[in-house]
């Protein structure tokens, strides 16, 4: 089996990696790369979208990348592929992102991306640091977490999502952040699992070990 994790320069790609080949190895599930090639995307099991920075930047990126949008959308839609994107790879699963300026996403989840606005003005933004998590709907990527373990944000946007049934956890920040979405065979994930320890490995894990 093995998992691709998409390098269209806009992503933590060095830890990511580390932490998932880590699982991979822990988990005997396959090799994982990091690639810009589009073929190897294409006949991925698994594929993996990182994003740092703005979703405007991050989405002329994806598809700027020669032939590495279209190969995603393929072995993710046309083959179902389980997909898991992070931080902003998974607010690009939205149908809409507001950063900046109104960029259409992937449109794989109901929603749109939207500045944090806590209720509380005391709270900064960026939303940096621990969150615990809080557990909405049931699915195999939560085995071995509870709602109360937490993971790690760094984000000023956040996706709001239109579908309940679409939202799969959520963390308080002066309201609900969504924190983890997810349907058929996609995930996105707004934390950094590689960077929330033992719940993030655990998550990595299980994401490895899915089979939807």
């Known amino acids: 089996m093995l998992t691709a994790i998409i390098d269209y320069e806009s992503g933590n790609l060095h830890s990511a990696h580390k932490a998932f080949e880590r699982m991979a190895r822990e988990g005997d599930s396959g090799d994982v790369i990091v690639t810009a090639d589009a073929d190897v995307v294409a006949r991925a099991d698994r594929i993996v979208l990182p994003g740092d920075g703005a979703f405007p930047a991050c989405m002329a990126a994806l598809k700027g990348a020669s032939g590495l949008h ?84 760094v984000h000023s946007y956040h996706m709001q999502v239109d579908a309940p049934a679409q939202r799969l956890a959520h963390v308080d920040y002066g309201g609900e952040v969504t924190a983890i979405v997810g349907r ?29």
């Open 70 to 153: 279209d190969a995603m959308v393929e072995a993710v839609i046309e083959k179902g592929r389980p997909f898991l994107g992070i931080c902003v790879g998974m607010q690009l699963m939205a149908r809409m992102g507001h950063e900046y300026q109104d960029t259409p996403g992937l449109g794989w989840i109901e929603g749109a991306v939207r500045a944090i606005a806590p209720a509380n003005t005391s709270l900064k933004v960026p939303h940096m640091g621990w969150n615990d998590l809080v557990i909405d709907i049931p699915h195999p990527v939560f085995d071995g977490i509870s709602t109360g373990d937490h993971t790690y944000f």
């Open 184 to 212: 058929d065979t996609m995930l996105g994930m707004q934390f950094h699992p590689e960077k929330s320890q033992t719940t993030g490995l655990r998550l990595i894990s299980n994401f490895l070990n899915w089979r939807p």
